[in-house]
C-alpha cells in the first residue's frame, strides 16, 4: 500500500502504536495561522482516534474553526524508528463528564490502580472528547518503509 491508503491501519506496525502508552502528537492551526503541536493521551476506537481535554482547553475554539488536523504516534525512542500519520478532520463534543475512550486511555497510560483513581478525581467535570476519522494514513518503519527522501 501507498502512503495515504487508510488500509495501511491494519499494518501490524500500525496497529502496536496504536495500541502503544505513546502519546498522539495532535497537530492544529491557531487563528493567527501558526501551527500548534501539543501531545495527548488517545484511545482507538471505532476506526477513530478519541482525545479527552478540559472542556476550556484554548484548542477547542480553533478546532471549530479549523477542524483540518494531523496526528502522529511514534517510538522514536531507538532505531529502527516507527511513525504512524493520520490527517483528518476533529470533531469536538462536549460532555458533562468523562468519556469511555479516556478513562481507557488513563488506564493504558498509567495502569489500572492509578488510572481508575486519575479517572475518579476528573469524574462530574465537564470534558471535550476530540475524535479524528483518518483520511490520510502514512506508516514508517525504518525498514521496509521509509521516508521519501530515503526512497
Known amino acids: 500500500m501507498e502512503q495515504g491508503d ?14 502503544s502508552s505513546n502519546p498522539a502528537r495532535l497537530a492544529y492551526t491557531w487563528r493567527d495561522g501558526s501551527p500548534r503541536v501539543v501531545a495527548m493521551w488517545f484511545e482507538w476506537s471505532d476506526g477513530r482516534v478519541v482525545m479527552g481535554t478540559p472542556a476550556r482547553a484554548p484548542k477547542l475554539k480553533v478546532l471549530r474553526e479549523r477542524p483540518q488536523v494531523a496526528l502522529t504516534i511514534d517510538d522514536a525512542g531507538s532505531f529502527p524508528y516507527r511513525e504512524l500519520m493520520i490527517r483528518g478532520r476533529a470533531e469536538v463534543e462536549l460532555l458533562d463528564d468523562v468519556s469511555e475512550e479516556y478513562a481507557r486511555s488513563a488506564t493504558r497510560y498509567f495502569g489500572q490502580e492509578q488510572g481508575e483513581a486519575w479517572v475518579a478525581s476528573l469524574h462530574g467535570k465537564p470534558m471535550a472528547r476530540i475524535s479524528v476519522a483518518p483520511e490520510w494514513v502514512g506508516l514508517l518503519d525504518f525498514e521496509t518503509r521509509f521516508p521519501s527522501a530515503l526512497s
Request: glycine share 8%; charged share 30%; aromatic share 0%.
Open 6 to 19: 487508510r488500509g495501511l491501519l491494519e499494518e501490524p506496525t500500525a496497529q502496536q502504536l496504536l495500541r
